[in-house]
């Protein structure tokens, strides 16, 4: 399930098997939480795969046949661009593209159920929020609407494909916080490898865009298995 109504935390250690009980981030361990948009956030999969044949006919790499498209979510964004023949010079102008049909099509594109309340409940209690993203800012407002916007703190949207930890790094020099402090939250691999090439942790969810075992055998710090998780990372109220 994906909604946040149930407050009954299920965590796994995204690490190897051992007889450690599974356990959540300690509440207010991290005064910087920087969350991706798209599949973390925002539920725009089905709205990707419906455009990325016509992107893929434009630029010029191969179509996603329907047999492959489970496997293609257990890989790297690496891997996958070098299966599917993307040619690395036209990242650019393929990004562009992508948000530009994204802002078109935005109406189309929601937060996943719960999102409100977690990015409510953080900023009322818990760390300051960041938003790390390969998207536009205004893509990222328009879905998150005004509202939940106005909870996040520090923006660095935009960022190239494999250019997050770059972006991480200027993000955490902005905000002012170490990376020990700070926890960074994604649904795909290259996630997790910006957040450990800066010295990040790492949450994984696991209802985006790579499937939950393949970011499991990758060991980030945490699992969530559903977006009400996250807020276990709420600093515990008093009085």
């Known amino acids: 399930m994906l909604d946040g109504a149930r407050r009954s935390h299920s965590w796994v250690l995204a690490v190897p098997p051992s007889p450690v009980p599974p356990q959540a981030p300690l509440p207010g361990r991290y005064r910087l939480v920087v969350l991706d948009f798209d599949g973390t956030l925002a539920d725009s999969f089905g709205w990707f795969c419906g455009v990325l044949?016509?992107?893929?006919?434009?630029?010029?790499?191969?179509?996603?046949?329907?047999?492959?498209?489970?496997?293609?979510?257990?890989?790297?964004?690496?891997?996958?661009?070098?299966?599917?023949?993307?040619?690395?010079?036209?990242?650019?102008l393929i990004s562009r593209h992508m948000h530009a049909l994204m802002a078109r099509d935005i109406a189309a594109i929601r937060p996943f159920p719960?999102?409100?309340?977690?990015?409510?409940?953080?900023?009322?209690?818990?760390?300051?929020?960041?938003?790390?993203?390969?998207?536009?800012?205004?893509?990222?407002?328009?879905?998150?609407?005004?509202?939940?916007?106005?909870?996040?703190?520090?923006?660095?949207?935009g960022a190239s494909v494999f250019g997050k930890?770059?972006?991480?790094?200027?993000l955490l020099r902005s905000a002012g916080l170490p990376a020990a402090d700070t926890l960074c939250i994604g649904d795909e691999l290259r996630d997790l490898e910006a957040a450990r090439a800066v010295g990040c942790a790492f949450g994984a969810v696991g209802w985006g865009y790579t499937r939950p075992e393949a970011l499991r055998a990758a060991g980030p710090d945490f699992l969530f298995e559903r977006p009400d998780d996250i807020r276990a990372l709420e600093a515990p109220r008093t009085g």
Do not use: Q
């Not at 690496?78 to 990242?91: D, F, N």
């Not at 409510?120 to 205004?138: E, F, K, M, V, Y």
């Not at 930890?165 to 200027?170: C, D, I, S």
């Open 114 to 157: 719960g999102i409100a309340e977690v990015l409510a409940g953080l900023a009322a209690a818990g760390p300051t929020l960041a938003l790390l993203s390969s998207n536009s800012r205004a893509n990222v407002e328009r879905v998150l609407g005004p509202e939940s916007a106005a909870h996040v703190a520090h923006w660095a949207c």
């Open 165 to 170: 930890a770059a972006r991480l790094r200027r």
């Open 53 to 92: 044949d016509g992107v893929a006919d434009r630029y010029g790499f191969r179509r996603v046949a329907p047999e492959e498209a489970e496997t293609l979510r257990g890989m790297s964004a690496a891997a996958v661009m070098r299966r599917l023949e993307v040619p690395l010079w036209k990242l650019p």
